[in-house]
Each structure stands twice: as C-alpha cells, then as structure tokens.
C-alpha cells in the first residue's frame, strides 16, 4: 500500500467531511484550489503551501463533533443548518433570521418556543460551545494524523474574523493563522459560488473584506479570479486530479502500516463524534473484528486490514442527519431509507482510495444477509466475503449491547439470544461460534460481562 499517496488518502477522505458539512459535492477539494491559488498568488514557501493544502482538505475534521449538540439545541437537521449557516454574515437581522428559520421548524409550538427562548437566552453562549466543540476536535484529529502543530492551528482557528468578531477565541488581524485565514476565505467563495456563481461570490467577499477577512488576501484572491482559467478548473470534473498534482510532494510523508491504522482510527472518531448513541462504536467494532479475525484463523496482515475497514464500516452515516439518528422513536420508511444510505456512501468514500477497494466492498457489506434480505445490494451467501461477515457480528453485537436512542443498554446473555435468532439468515454460524467462545473465554474485552 506504500505506493499510496497523502494527498490522494486525504483527497479522498475528505469526502467524508462534505457529507457532515451538508456540502456539495466535493467542497473540501474545491477550497483546496482555491486556498492554494490564493497561497500561491501572495508568494508562499513551498513547505507553507504544503501545509495550507492539509488545513484546505481537513478544514471540517471537527464537524461531526457538533452535529448532535445542534440537533439538540435547534431542534432541526444538522446537515441543513451547518450547509446554511455558513452564509450567515454575522450581522445581527441575518442572525435573527437564521434562527428563526432553523430553529425545530418541524418541532411542536412549544418545543420550538422553547427552544428559541434557549437560543436567544443564551445565544452566544451556545455559538461560543459549538465552535470551540469543533475547533479542538479538528485540531485533535489533525495531530492524530500525524500533522504538525501549524496544520492543527490552522483547523483549529478556521471560524476566527479578521476584525475579532469570530470565535472560539476572538482572535484579531495577523494574530490568526494565515492558514485560516486563508481557509475561511476559500470555504465562503466555495459556498457562493456553487449555489449563486461567480459574480456572487466575488461581491461576498469584497463586502466582507476587513471584517471577515484579510483584506490583503480578499485583494490577492481578485487577482486570482481574474484568470479564466481558474474558474475552469475549478468547475471542472477533473478537479481532483489537480488537486493531486498541486501538492507540494517533496514534503510527502512516508505511509506505513502504522499510519494506516491511525487514519482509520481518527477517521472512526469522526464518525463516533457524530452522535452520543454511537460513541465508540466504530473502536468497538473495530475491537471484536480483530478478536474473531484472530479466532477465525484469518492471518496477522489481514487482520490489520480488515481492522480498518472495520473502523470505518458506517463512515457513511456522516451523511445521515441527527434528527434520524438520535431519533427516539421508531423511523418512518423514508427515514429507515436515508439510514440505509449510509453504507451505500461508505462505499463511495472508501472506493475514492485506489489502495481501499477492495476494503470498501468488504466494509459497505457490512448490513447484507446471508438470506439476501439485507442492504444496499441485497446480495446472497455466496457473494458476501467472510471479512464482511465478521464485521457484521461484531455490528450486530455491539449495536445490541450499546444504549440506543429508543431503548438502554442490552446484557450480553440477552444479545446473544436475540443474535441467535439471526443465525444462518443474517448472522454467520461460524462467526457467532466464535463469538460466543471469545465471551466465555475473554471476557475482559466485552461489556457488562
Ligand atoms: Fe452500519
Ligand atoms: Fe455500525
């Protein structure tokens, strides 16, 4: 897997973190054009450049960090507000106008009274929480990369304006990272332009220049915009492999073995942070995969592998709302579908990483059914690898056994007896033996035992 590239694993990755943002498409690779172009443009080192590109892709590494506390706070879809609040300029009518058109807008009148009463009570209380949420979080996940200090700056100060009105610490001018600022620029030009195009978004960020943003780099990016072929680029489907090429690669770290895991570990912490009800899920899973993996036979090297995609098996729900996922009633059929979605998407994000494909197939399986009643693909027995159904025990049981929104935590004797009901239709014969054995004989790794 040596022959993989940081920026293509990154690249790829931080498709994951559109999902969370409620961003179209592609905005973390499109931000990385951007902020490079400007970096470029104001002369930068070249080691700068290569730092700026990491701050660019992993801007939003925080963001499933909040997403719940939003849910909670706003009564409303995390996706949709994070994706909207990012045009709130600041200004007290937009403010006002955000909140009330995001605040529990499905939620009964006295719920939603309540918590508008909450917001504007405590409003900047509450801003100041989520923020500071995500900037420590996305710092924190940055240095588990293995990024240095400058990068985990730079996420960490992403939400700071350029005249010390931003957060979490009202940081003012040149005292913000310039890779932040660099960053909050490009993520704003990126939001206008895809909904309003081009025109839009450079009038945005003229009109912001001084408050939000460095004016030096408001002037740099007019520059930038002048060149037709920037916006080429930028529109392009191609984007991605510029964006690859843009990368500073004498400055490329070495991947090993070891920085695998620990991308599949911080990634599974982002997914994890999403939401209360599923906290430590993807370490857990990750966990009793390696136990059976082991128990089955299945060889060190691949059981490393296979511990990854375990790790990363529901990267996918960073694309499902809260309100679904923390739901504490039972879904409706077309929330159970946007549920289902999220392996459908695992898939996809995995798949973006030439070295993973092989890893997202067996990790997207993960809800099939030996009796092909399962999702996304409805496939049969024969065509469900047994690194697939390994993850799946280790899911079922740990889903089980973990608090859920609607109910609490399960005890192993009564998961078990609700999974051997499953056995040879969803559940592997095999792999529940062996589960049933590790329990009796390690029970230091599970819960509650
Ligand atoms: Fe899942
Ligand atoms: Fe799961």
Redesign the pocket.
Known sequence: MQHLKLSELMGSLSYALDLTEGQPHGHCIRCCWIGMSIGQQIGMAKEHLWELYYVLLLKDLGCSSNASRICELYLTDDLAFKRDFKWVDGSLPQVLRFVLRHTGTSAGIISRFKALTEIFTNGDAIAQELIQTRCTRGADIARRLRFDEPVADGIHSLDEHWDGHGRPEALEGEKIPLYSRIALLSQVIDVVNCSDGLEAALAEVLSRSGTWFDPALVEAFVSVAGNADFWKTLDSADIDKTILALEPGEFEKALDEDFFDDVAEAFGQVVDAKSPYTSGHSARVGLYTSLLAEDLGISQARQRWLKRGALL??VGKLGVSNTILDKPGKLTDQEYEAVKL??VYTGKILERVHAFKELAQVSSA??ERLDGKGYPLGIMADQIALETRIITTA?IFDAITAERPYRGALPIEKTLSIMQESVGTAIDPDCFASLKSLIARHPEFFPNT
């Open positions: 098996h529901d999220h392996a993960h809800h899911d």
